[in-house]
Nanobody
Framework: QLQLVESGGGLVQPGGSLRLSCAASGFTLDYYAIGWFRQAPGKEREGVSCISRSGGTTNYADSVKGRFTISRDNAENTVYLQMNSLKPEDTAIYYC???????????????????WGKGTLVTVSS
């Protein structure tokens, strides 16, 4: 089985923090760049962050830069998204996805992601 499973979502107040996890099974995560995407109610899905297979390259959407940190632990076959200083506009279903890419410049292009998790809901509200 090839699966990605997100966890760690929930309800948090503005300014709070959550850590999302993306655990892979059935394949070795080392071969893949991993991206986090989100879809807010009534909105299109958008990219949030991406990390290269080695962890040496990361990128972030402007809206989360400085607040979110992506990391990976290939020994545990898991990628994380630490989310700090959360805002109501961060409310969304968060998805992780795996991308078997050839270059870091082309990683985490949404239509070309190979595997997707089912998502975890993050709600930021007071």
């Amino acid at each position: 089985q090839l699966q990605l499973v997100e966890s760690g979502g929930g309800l948090v107040q503005p300014g709070g923090s959550l850590r999302l996890s993306c655990a892979a099974s059935g394949f070795t995560l080392d071969y893949y760049a991993i991206g986090w995407f989100r879809q807010a109610p009534g909105k299109e899905r958008e990219g949030v962050s991406c990390i290269s297979r080695s962890g040496g390259t990361t990128n972030y959407a402007d809206s989360v830069k400085g607040r979110f940190t992506i990391s990976r632990d290939n020994a545990e076959n898991t990628v994380y998204l630490q989310m700090n200083s959360l805002k109501p506009e961060d409310t969304a279903i968060y998805y992780c996805a795996a991308d078997k890419i050839t270059t870091v410049q082309a990683m985490c292009v949404m239509p070309y992601m190979d595997y997707w998790g089912k998502g975890t809901l993050v709600t930021v509200s007071s």
